[in-house]
Structure formats: C-alpha cells, structure tokens
C-alpha cells in the first residue's frame, strides 16, 4: 500500500534526525580519541611540538662540534648558506634535517637526571635552533651517542625535565660539510654524434717551449645518419684505440663534488691552476641544434687520490672529476696522440 504525503512526510522528518543524531555521536567520539591522542601519544609517534610544515620555517642554524652553519629562507622559499646567498646549496640536506624534526619519533623519553653529564648533555657536542616564520623557536641540545653508536641523547631546551633518545641520523645529517651540500653543475652529454671538434691543450714546458696541443674534428653533424670519421689533420684516427677511450670517456664526465666554493689565489696555486696540465674544449651541437662548447680546465691530483682538481669555463669554483675518466685526456694532453 502506498504511503500518502503525510506519511512520507513522517518519514522524512525522522530520517533527517536519526542522520543528525548519528553525526553527532561521531563527533563526540572523534573528539574524545583526539583528546585520549594528546593526553598519552604512544612510544615511536610525533610529538606536537613538531607539527609544523617545511614551508613554517625562516631560519636554521646548527653545530656539530667542529662547524657551525647557519641558514635562511629566501623570498622564492628556498633556503640559503648565510655565510653566501649566492652559494649553490642543494636543498635536499636541509629538506632532510627538517624532515627528521617534523617526523619526531624519540626511541624513548627518560626522566632528566640532575647530572647531565650521564647524558653528554652538561657539555653538549652540538646544538640546533629552527625558527617558525612566526618567531617561534625550537632549541635542540645534543649529548653523547648512546653505547651501541646508533642513538643519541637529546634535550629540548624549551622542556630540560625530559631527556629523549633518537636516531643518530639527524646528528649525521648536521655533519654534512657546506661543500658537499653544493648543487654541482651537470656536464652535457657528449654523445659522439654530437661533437665536432676536440681541443686539448697541455701544459708549457720550463723551458718555454710551447704547450702541446692535439685538435680532433669531425664534418658531420648532429642527426646526420652514419658513422662518425675522426681526423687529426688529415690522419683518420676514427679507430685509434686512445680516441675511442677519450669519446668512452667524454660521454661520461661528471662532477662527483664541490672542492671549492671561492677559492683563494693560493687555493688556486694549490690546485694546480697556475699552469694546468691540461685543458679541454669540447664544442658540439644540442639535441635542438644550438651550437655550445665546454670547457674545462684540469689541475692537479687530489691528495687523496681520488681525481683532479677541474674549473668549469670561466668559474674560479673548483670541481672534482675522477681520475678514470680523465686518463686518455691526460695521456693525450701530455705525450700528444700516438697515431702510429
């Protein structure tokens, strides 16, 4: 039988508060397991003192003992070294520092003894201090590291009762030197097809005598289909065992780090730049067709023996390049290219 207006009017009417009466209920239950949330947070979850987002932050500065490094945020949201604006910091290191301090898992929350010492935290090894684009701070103390090396004791200078035991990780990521923070230029990809000519110069011998210089060219150009011919003058060298090592390596150069940001004129002396060993001009076309060149001027070995100091064009910025990838380069910068 069918129900008339009234009926389904009843109806209605009593849907709408059964719908309201249920909301209701889980709202008070909601409320409740938040209050029970803050009241006891369970071992291993965030405390509250650290939930802000990265981009709540306008300040940074920390020591590790040996080192002091203070940060900033700029008007883009990209932090910055204090020391240089200008300074090519990457921002993954400090993403991960403040990931560390917004994601606050202590292993454990002791009870503060009055003894600090027991702690390492009467002579603390280090200190961090973030500050909230709204002014506020967050003071970090850091002591010993705990019997297996993993952890380390932490105190929260807004709160000495409490000591907390944490992942050495954030200690370690505040141990990172500036230069290794550096965001290093990438070095184009030379694929064969898409050089055209090879420079390498050596150094100037001490008694005057000219620096050796060896010139590779190639007519064709990028796209065009075929094998590439290599000549040095009119030597087709294209098989030449030292040229297919050099083009191997070419392909490959990569900076692996920052030796120096702003070196000084004896850094420069140091590093070998008063008269480089080599230096390599490499002009070639993109894959739009624009013609470029790099350049490269290669110093001496690093002391620990892992590269050799290297300029990018006209930057005074000292990069490390491996010592594999520059051994036909050397070879051919000092003895010239043995075509026989």
Same mark, same amino acid.
């Given at each position: ?8 009017? $009843?109806? &209605? ?12 209920? @889980?709202? !008070? ?16 979850? =965030? ?20 080192? &002091? ?41 002791? *009870? ?25 701070? #967050? ?6 590291? $705990?019997?297996?090396? *993993? ?31 550096? +965001? !290093? =230029? ?6 064969? /097809? /898409? ?32 094998? !590439? ?12 065992? &030292?040229?297919?090592?050099? @083009?191997?390596?070419? #392909? ?7 030796? +120096? ?19 390599? $001009? !490499?002009?070639?076309?993109? +894959? ?22 290297? #300029? ?9 390049? =491996?010592? *594999?990838?520059?051994? =036909? ?12």
């Amino acid at each position: 039988m069918e129900m008339d207006w009234r009926q389904r009017r $009843t109806v &209605t009417v009593l849907t709408a508060v059964l719908l309201t009466l249920l909301a209701a209920v @889980l709202i !008070v239950l909601g409320i409740r397991y938040r209050e029970n949330r803050q009241e006891a947070p369970e071992e291993g979850e =965030p405390l509250a003192a650290a939930s802000m987002t990265v981009e709540g932050y306008s300040a940074l500065v920390y020591s590790n003992g040996s080192t &002091t490094l203070s940060f900033t945020v700029e008007e883009d949201g990209a932090w910055a070294w204090e020391n240089d604006r200008a300074f090519p910091l990457r921002q993954e290191t400090i993403n991960s520092i403040l990931a560390l301090l917004i994601n606050w898992r202590p292993q454990q929350t002791l *009870a503060a003894e009055e003894d600090l010492s027991a702690y390492g935290l009467d002579e603390p090894t280090g200190f961090l201090t973030l500050t909230g684009a709204d002014g506020s701070v #967050r003071a970090l103390s850091f002591g010993k590291t $705990t019997t297996d090396g *993993a952890s380390r004791y932490v105190m929260e200078q807004s709160d000495p009762s409490k000591v907390y035991i944490i992942p050495d990780t954030l200690f370690t990521q505040m141990s990172i030197p500036i230069y290794d923070m550096c +965001d !290093v =230029p990438l070095l184009p990809l030379l694929e064969e /097809s /898409s050089i055209r000519s090879i420079l390498i110069r050596g150094s100037e011998s001490e008694d005057g005598a000219p620096a050796l210089v060896t010139i590779l060219t190639t007519a064709k150009r990028s796209g065009e289909d075929g094998p !590439v011919t290599w000549l040095q003058g009119s030597e087709n060298v294209t098989a030449n065992e &030292t040229v297919r090592a050099l @083009l191997e390596d070419l #392909r490959a150069l990569v900076f692996t780090k920052c030796v +120096d940001y702003d070196p000084s004129d004896e850094a420069l002396t140091i590093c070998g730049f008063d008269a480089p060993p080599a230096v390599l $001009t !490499v002009n070639y076309t993109t +894959d739009t067709g624009v013609d470029e060149s790099l350049s490269l001027t290669i110093g001496a070995p690093m002391l620990d023996g892992s590269g050799r100091y290297v #300029r990018l064009g006209d930057s005074t910025t000292v990069y490390a390049l =491996p010592t *594999a990838a520059l051994d =036909p380069l050397m070879r051919v910068a000092a003895n010239g290219l043995d075509v026989t």
